[in-house]
């Protein structure tokens, strides 16, 4: 079985070591001004790859809550978010279709159950 591509955004600042940016094809998309944060970069991953962002994604700077990346399937109708290896859960991640307003509903669940707030989990930008 054919493994699913995945065009993903996160932030440069949430990794440990930004060196893993390295392992996949990759672009910056935004410098920010916030040091923390570091860039919006867009990376190019598998599933199995994705574990590997994960687990460097849990550099924080004043609270424990989990850092996501979120994007979609290269080829179908599928949204991804992907939350940091020190969720609580090793990194949930959740595939569901664009249009499933219940599946959207339940990552933004869990990311404020994880202090996360809506606001900056509205990744899809749609009002639920």
Known sequence: MLQSWYKIILY???????KVLNLYPHKVKRQLKNPNWGNVVEVYVNQDQ???????????YTG?????????????DEAICAFGADD???GKVFIFH??????????????????????????????V
Do not use: C
């Open 98 to 127: 664009f249009d499933d307003m219940d599946a959207y509903r339940r990552v933004l669940k869990y990311g404020e159950s994880k202090g996360i707030p809506r606001k900056v989990m509205d990744f899809l930008g749609k009002d």
């Open 12 to 18: 440069s600042g949430s990794l440990t070591d930004q």
């Open 88 to 90: 609580g859960e090793n």
């Open 64 to 76: 424990p809550e989990p850092w996501y990346a979120s994007g979609q399937n290269l080829n179908a």
């Open 50 to 60: 994705l574990k590997d962002i994960q687990k460097a994604m849990v550099k924080h």
